[in-house]
């Protein structure tokens, strides 16, 4: 690390591979030998996993520990969210934490006849080190701070994609939005850098960018949610995007269609800067009269087809912000509630109604620019 102001392409961190934990480490070890009599071949996730909790379970005896001592005793990732907290995630995301939670479970279950013939490495029972919690300690630890760095296939794993690193040090540094890095493995020194592509001044954390993800992924993959994420947004369902429009209008189901043929059913958002293209894009369809129907095409490709048709979208879309501002609302009010009757669940709870607030600040911002918009028309 420097120790001075670190200018666009300075090398933030170099680290040599030997440094680096990944599958070729695990099958030097002691665990190489029975990767490789198991079948059906383990996956390059399991063969890290196992070695970590191995590792963990040694203690003192690992030459590991220093690395391990300052990983997280434990993750914030929805997958380690209590059932009830989980609940109060907004849907598109509960949906995926769900998912999230059953492949862990499967990975587990699937996981446990190899966690048995590794007995003989062993006093103890198996059973009691190799955990439902254990693994899932390990796989956190890999999804949330892995970097990536392909590996060659190899016969002993199983044909997944081998690219997953653990980079002791490196791992430390924390991600920002607002700031550019370039990283990958280089192939001439054998080491890991993070070169970075914005200045920092002297006396400044140094950050690093996991990548230009919305709040919803990176509480999912990470474990955290930023404060001012400028690709955070807010998702809008297909039952919510039909929710205050006629029933009446007999073309609803065809309008619906051509947006699912089209793709643009899905990714529709209310960002910092208003409702995406997109959304208004998909609302502007639904809004067409009887009579401008066969104008559909035009609208996609982003024509204006009337002022009434104009008009119409932002007032559906200023309908479902203030619909949502009402349930960010309610939703926060219930996380204060819970706040002060859940003591244990605090932390779990104040990552949620972080996220809410994001999510109202957004909607606040949205509803603004689309009163804005609306002065055109009035």
Not at 22 to 27: A, E, F, K, P
Not at 154 to 172: G, K, V
Not at 193 to 202: P, Q, V
Not at 316 to 326: G, L, R
Request: glycine share 2%; net charge neutral; charged share 20%.
């Amino acid at each position: 690390m420097s120790k001075t102001s670190l200018q666009a392409g300075q090398m933030i961190i170099s680290l040599p591979e030997s440094c680096l934990l990944t599958t070729d480490t695990v099958i030097r070890s002691y665990l190489g030998a029975y990767i490789a009599k198991w079948q059906p071949p383990p996956s390059p996730l399991l063969a890290l996993c196992t070695f970590l909790v191995s590792e963990k379970h040694a203690g003192n005896q690992s030459p590991w520990k220093p690395y391990l001592e300052v990983l997280p005793k434990a993750y914030t990732c929805p997958v380690c969210l209590e059932p009830e907290v989980v609940n109060l995630l907004p849907r598109p995301l509960k949906a995926k934490a769900r998912e999230q939670r059953t492949r862990v479970r499967e990975f587990f279950t699937s996981s446990r006849g190899f966690f048995s013939s590794l007995q003989p490495l062993f006093s103890q029972a198996v059973e009691s080190i190799f955990s439902h919690s254990a693994l899932l300690w390990a796989w956190c630890t890999v999804n949330t701070r892995a970097v990536y760095m392909k590996r060659p296939p190899r016969p002993c794993l199983s044909a997944e994609p081998d690219t997953y690193a653990l980079a002791p040090y490196l791992d430390l540094l924390n991600h920002s939005p607002h700031v550019q890095v370039k990283a990958a493995f280089n192939e001439e020194t054998r080491c890991y850098e993070i070169r970075t592509a914005t200045s920092c001044r002297k006396h400044e954390e140094v950050f690093i960018c996991y990548g230009p993800h919305d709040n919803h992924r990176l509480l999912l993959e990470y474990g955290f949610v930023p404060v001012r994420n400028p690709h955070a947004c807010v998702y809008v369902s297909e039952d919510t995007l039909v929710k205050y429009l006629p029933s009446t209008d007999k073309q609803m189901n065809k309008k619906i269609s051509i947006l699912k043929d089209h793709d643009f059913i899905e990714n529709l958002t209310f960002g910092w800067d208003g409702p995406s293209w997109r959304l208004l894009t998909a609302l502007k369809l639904l809004c067409l009269e009887a009579e401008e129907f066969t104008c559909w095409k035009k609208v996609l490709l982003g024509e204006i087809i009337s002022d009434t048709n104009e008009k119409t979208s932002l007032d559906i879309a200023q309908k479902i912000c203030h619909y949502f501002i009402e349930e960010t609302n309610a939703v926060l009010q219930k996380v204060s509630h819970m706040k002060n009757e859940e003591s244990a669940l605090i932390n779990q709870l104040t990552l949620v109604e972080t996220l809410w607030t994001e999510e109202l600040k957004i909607l606040q911002a949205s509803a603004e620019i689309l009163t804005s918009l609306q002065t055109a028309f009035t």
